[in-house]
């Protein structure tokens, strides 16, 4: 069984400070771990993942996150905000084989919130 | 390449009613999925084809849910009778087969009333 705890559904910064959007998963296999942005209307948008390479995954839009085993944590950064990054973000996690690979479990989300 | 089409983008149904939505994946894609995403949560998978069987369907409430995929490209997600709490966006996603991350299509937002 595998699950994904968002901490925060909300979050709010000011244009040009750090963004952080934590990330804890569960997983019963060696995990897969992905961040998913959703614009308002829109379909999800991959920004990054993890497939038990690097596990300082760099993505998208100037986004990255890094896996910590022992913390059990995928955590998405970026060091400057931007007015365009207000949106949804999803963190979702699949198994690295058997009959979960592929199929993602997501989280609850949570929404950034970009200030000028 | 063109991203997945989903249609409609939009529907409001009466309680009992049935609805349909489409969803035509990107070409070569083996695998596609459906999701229901109910406001305020992340999507949860319903259903998953690979060409055109069904590959998990455990999370499908088949009593009024159905879906296929004819010939292993196109599929219809069918609900009869809709109930309110199935106001949701329903996403479709494709993949080539074994491949992670998928693409999303926009969604089919239903409300039920």
Partial sequence: AQSVTQLGSHVSVSEGALVLLRCNYSSSVPPYLFWYVQYPNQGLQLLLKYTSAATLVKGINGFEAEFKKSETSFHLTKPSAHMSDAAEYFCAVSGAGGTSYGKLTFGQGTILTVHP | ?113
């Fill in chain 2, 1 to 113: 390449e063109a991203g997945v089409a989903q249609s409609p983008r939009y529907k409001i149904i009466e309680k009992r009613q049935s609805v349909a939505f489409w969803c035509n994946p990107i070409s070569g894609h083996a695998t596609l999925y459906w999701y229901q995403q109910i406001l305020g949560q992340g999507p949860k998978l319903l259903i998953q084809f690979q060409n055109n069987g069904v590959v998990d369907d455990s999370q499908l409430p088949k009593d009024r849910f159905s879906a296929e995929r004819l010939k292993g490209v196109d599929s219809t997600l069918k609900i009869q009778p809709a109930k309110l709490e199935d106001s949701a966006v329903y996403l479709c996603a494709s993949s080539l087969r074994d491949s992670l991350g998928y693409t999303f299509g926009s969604g089919t937002r239903l409300t039920v009333v």
